[in-house]
């Protein structure tokens, strides 16, 4: 019976002294693995250009709140939408005004999933015309607890459909559309000019998501945007060219 107490203390000894430690560790790396994918070491493992769909997380796993908005805010850098947002602020437009989270000269201090989420007439325009509209949305619908400028999403969750990483640049449209704003912005008279014409391309693609079992009110909806954003030229130029690079890499 002694002896069994003795070998039993020893074990726990043992187990106490090495395994914790190791399970301590191993939790580190993988602790250590989310930052350096968080800080962009590990988010180009494939190199670009490879036609195998790229996920930003890994699908059907934990992932961190923190890594979730690093992430959304990732695909937009990679998108260029930074471009139109320059214009849009210059233009009294920025989505932060009288946010109590917006530090002067420093920017947001509380980024969240609910603003990285949303998107306003712009940049929905851009994700719509370039086909990833949908996989932004079905991404977000699986982050829960969003709410107005702040959020109640836990500090993980499991996702199980990624936002995958172009493979080849869009900061070409981003740019044309920023000039195309520019332009509009200078040449009329009307004081927010672009950001009333933004709230109306805004509503016209929400109308379409929810008529998107109706082919007549899809079409007509279609339509009226293809009206909206006529004045932008040089982004239609470089929006068939991305469709060209799409057909012919
Ligand atoms: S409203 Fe749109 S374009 Fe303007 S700052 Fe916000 S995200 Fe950028
Ligand atoms: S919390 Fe949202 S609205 Fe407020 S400053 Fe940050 S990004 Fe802008």
């Known amino acids: 019976m002694i002896l069994f107490a003795y070998v039993a203390a020893i074990v726990i000894c043992f187990y106490v002294k090495y395994t914790i430690p190791y399970i301590q560790t191993f939790e580190y790396l993988i602790f250590l693995k989310e930052q350096m994918r968080l800080s962009g070491f590990m988010t180009n493992e494939q190199p670009r250009g490879n036609s195998q769909p790229i996920h930003a997380l890994p699908e059907r796993e934990r992932v961190s709140r923190q890594m979730i908005i690093k992430t959304g805010i990732s695909f937009l850098h990679e998108l260029g939408t930074d471009q139109i947002c320059k214009v849009c602020i210059a233009n009294s437009g920025s989505c932060c005004i009288g946010c109590r989270h917006l530090s002067n000269g420093?920017?947001?201090?509380?980024r969240?999933?609910?603003?990285?989420a949303w998107l306003c007439g712009y940049l929905k325009y851009m994700l719509y015309e370039t086909g990833l509209l949908k996989e932004w949305n079905e991404f977000w619908?699986?982050?829960?607890g969003?709410?107005?400028?702040?959020?109640?999403?836990?500090?993980?969750?499991?996702?199980?459909?990624?936002l995958s990483i172009q493979d080849q640049t869009m900061k070409d449209l981003s740019e044309a559309l920023a000039a195309d704003l520019q332009e509009l912005a200078q040449s009329h008279i009307a004081i927010g000019f672009i950001l009333t014409l933004r709230e109306k391309i805004d509503k016209n693609i929400d109308r379409l998501m929810d008529y998107?079992?109706?082919?007549?009110?899809?079409?007509?909806i279609k339509k009226k945007i293809k009206i909206l954003s006529?004045?932008?030229?040089?982004?239609?130029k470089a929006l068939s060219e991305y469709r060209q690079r799409q057909i012919n890499p």
């Open 212 to 220: 998107k079992n109706d082919p007549k009110q899809e079409t007509k």
């Open 146 to 162: 969003q709410d107005f400028r702040e959020d109640y999403t836990p500090d993980y969750i499991f996702i199980e459909q990624s």
């Open 112 to 116: 969240n999933t609910s603003c990285t």
């Open 106 to 110: 420093v920017g947001c201090q509380q």
């Open 230 to 236: 006529s004045p932008f030229h040089r982004f239609h």
């Open 141 to 144: 619908n699986q982050v829960p």
